[in-house]
């Protein structure tokens, strides 16, 4: 299912039931390339998003981690949301702020290849931003 907003590829997930209220719907997908969410048909219970980034986490913890992302463009209205998310996203293992570091990393490294990670919002900032409201 290509993204509604910029015509890459997405990975599509089950969102974990504490997290829906959060999400788009029961199954959301990340795009690859801008890093939005949208609702989805159906996903994977257990997904990979190695399509996103090698570094990105999987299963329950890349699924929190993903519904976290799509969300921080909004991060000020969002906050309890992405804090929810980041937080069962650790509890599941993952390292949300060291994910976004990755990402942030890819994204600036692979600028101006095809198919590279052009988030939809400047991760640098909200990864400093979301340093200071985990804290």
């Not at 907003?5 to 959060?22: E, I, K, M, N, Q």
């Not at 801008?34 to 329950?60: K, N, T, W, Y």
């Not at 095809?114 to 931003?129: L, M, S, Y």
Request: proline share 7%.
């Amino acid at each position: 299912m290509p993204c509604q907003a910029c015509g890459a590829s997405t990975v599509a997930f089950a969102v974990p039931v504490d997290l829906r209220p959060h999400a788009p719907g029961t199954h959301a997908a990340l795009c690859s390339r801008c890093l939005r969410i949208q609702p989805a048909a159906d996903g994977a219970d257990e997904p990979s998003f190695e399509a996103v980034h090698p570094a990105f986490p999987s299963g329950e913890a890349g699924a929190a981690l993903a519904v976290a992302v799509g969300l921080l463009d909004t991060l000020a209205l969002r906050r309890d949301a992405i804090d929810d998310c980041c937080s069962y996203a650790e509890r599941a293992g993952a390292d949300a702020l060291l994910t976004l570091d990755r990402l942030a990393d890819a994204a600036d490294a692979d600028a101006d290849a095809d198919g590279a990670i052009d988030p939809h919002f400047d991760v640098e900032r909200r990864r400093h931003q979301l340093a200071e409201m985990l804290r």
